[in-house]
């Protein structure tokens, strides 16, 4: 098969379009074939000498997208490279937009045809263009691409750098929710990115803080989504879904207002108030495939957590079998595996059997959380003052001290 080599006496443009040409009319018959190559070959002539690089482009992708499925990645790569250089030649960023939507869109019409090279042909795109709105749009087609063509572990890493491209693209509100939404939906296909999925679908409903009702209706589905992922994950303990409109209007609809009244259970309270609602939402609770024995566990850890958070700092042992539900000889276990999953700092007194906390992560974080801390700090802020104050004094003694022994040895 022949391949594209790209010359320095040439522009690659015109043996590419006579490449693709070759081999997309190779079945018709070289009577058929050759006039129609000749035809594109002199039609991407005229483009180039008017400079209609879009019209270059969209007659060069034709016949591209038409050979994708019989040449290498290697030959592909080059021709799309080729094709995709095109944008450069483009001063205006409106041009050179129209010029990212007309490529990153034909590319992504088969998602199931080689995939991960078209992924990386949106890659080398993203990285030819200059203007954000050119930039943002590729992502956005590289991101649903990744999602429809089941290669979901090529862009995942960029997610990293999310924070950076925001402040490049400098997008409004709606392209972030997009953007949210996307990417949380591309992490819920991939099983072990559950956590990073939540934090992404949590980041799209808070961009509806200070909209009226009807907008924030729009995210009423998935803050339903956003309190079952929360509810289902082990190891995800504390979240602000509470102080979010679009999660708060889920307290008075006639639907959903059950979920809510479950995310507070999970947040404000303990393991009898879970199992009183389960036993009168079991057909609810199985809708949504919660299953019941990883909710009482996650609801004994919670509990356990919401024990810690008293003034006192201490926790009888007693109290934690009541609360929990639990033999005695279940208590150190379940002590165990709070502080296995980073909820609480303490020590077990045996003796007396008593658990002392030293500290305990907190389910929300409101006002009450805010005063507590302001109440931790300006505590530590006295005991670092006393300490100042009683180490200079005992500086100024021995300095005295000092002193006087100088002077007797005189």
């Known amino acids: 098969m022949t391949t594209v080599v ?5 522009d690659p443009v015109l043996p590419v379009v006579r490449f693709t040409a070759d081999l997309s009319w190779a079945d018709a018959g070289p009577e058929v074939a050759e006039p129609q190559v000749t035809r594109l070959c002199m039609e991407a002539e005229e483009c180039m000498v008017m400079g209609r690089w879009l019209d270059l482009a969209s007659l060069m992708l034709t016949s591209a997208e038409l050979v994708f499925p019989k040449v290498s990645d290697k030959d592909l790569e080059c021709i799309f490279t080729v094709i995709c250089n095109l944008a450069s030649k483009l001063e205006n960023p409106d041009d050179e937009l129209e010029m990212a939507k007309l490529i990153s869109t034909k590319i ?6 080689k995939p991960a090279m078209r992924l990386k042909i949106l890659f080398n795109l993203y990285n030819l263009l200059e203007g954000p709105d050119s930039r943002f749009f590729v992502y956005m087609q590289a991101l649903n691409l990744a999602l429809n063509g089941k290669v979901i572990d090529h862009i995942v890493p960029s997610f990293k750098k999310i924070d950076s491209f925001l402040k490049e693209w400098n997008i409004g509100v709606k392209d972030q929710r997009n953007l949210f939404l996307t990417i949380a ?4 296909e991939n099983k072990s990115s559950g956590k990073d999925s939540f934090k992404f679908l949590t980041k799209y409903l808070a961009t509806f803080s200070g909209e009226d009702s009807y907008v924030i209706g729009e995210a ?22 509470l102080d979010m409109p679009a999660v708060g209007q889920l307290e008075k609809d006639a639907k959903y207002a059950l979920v809510y009244q479950l995310l507070k259970i999970f947040l404000t ?12 939402n079991s057909t609810l609770m199985k809708s949504y495939g919660l299953v019941h024995e990883d909710c009482i566990t996650k609801m004994r850890l919670m509990s356990l957590v919401d024990l810690g958070s008293n003034e006192s700092g201490q926790i009888p042992y007693a109290l934690i079998k009541d609360a929990l539900r639990i033999n005695d000889d279940e208590v150190e276990l379940w002590i165990v595996k709070a502080i296995t999953a980073k909820l609480i700092d303490c020590k077990m007194d045996q003796m007396n059997q008593v658990v002392i906390v030293s500290r305990c992560t907190e389910r929300i974080f409101g006002q009450q959380q805010w005063h507590s801390l302001r109440l931790k700090l300006a505590t530590w802020r006295g005991n670092v003052a006393s300490l100042i104050s009683t180490i200079q004094a005992n500086k100024v003694v021995e300095e005295g001290s000092q002193a006087m022994q100088g002077m007797a040895i005189r």
């Open 185 to 188: 939906n591309v992490l819920k």
């Open 108 to 113: 992504s019409q088969q998602p199931n045809d």
């Open 220 to 241: 009423k589905e998935e803050a339903v989504r956003a309190v079952i992922e929360f509810v289902k994950a082990p190891d995800t303990f504390w979240c602000d879904l």
């Open 269 to 280: 309270q303990r393991l009898d108030a879970y199992l009183e609602f389960q036993a009168a």
């Open 6 to 10: 790209p010359t320095s006496e040439e």
